[in-house]
């Protein structure tokens, strides 16, 4: 019932930009707070992002802070994650999560590379 499909993704440039998105359905998704993950190879899942049902609310980790930017469209049922000036140390799968519970999106491949 409850899904989440990610898109977006891929190589990108040093510097450069990248946009996912998050559909989520199967819940009552303009209540719940959503966050963003990622898992780079060898190392544990982390936050990224977070923001709340509203969007009012956001928080980001030091090593993304002012350079990652989460949102979300009630609407459309789906949140996104803007990322701008990406390193090679962004490198990593992508996961978005109803925040509160142990649902999560598949795995997004980005990689950040010249």
């Known amino acids: 019932q409850v899904q989440l499909v990610a898109s977006g993704g891929g190589l990108v440039q040093p510097g450069g930009s990248l946009r996912l998105s998050c559909a989520a359905s199967?819940?009552?998704?303009?209540?719940?707070?959503m966050a963003w993950y990622r898992q780079a190879p060898g190392k544990e899942r982390e936050l990224v992002a977070y923001i709340s049902s509203a969007g009012t609310n956001t928080n980001y980790p030091d090593s993304v802070e002012g350079r990652f930017t989460i949102s979300r469209d009630n609407a459309k049922n789906t949140v996104y994650l803007q990322m701008k000036t990406l390193k090679p140390e962004d490198t990593a799968v992508y996961y978005c999560?109803?925040?509160?519970?142990?649902?999560w999106g598949q795995g997004i491949q980005v990689t950040v590379s010249s």
């Open positions: 199967g819940f009552p998704f303009n209540t719940q707070a």
């Open positions: 999560r109803w925040y509160g519970f142990q649902y």
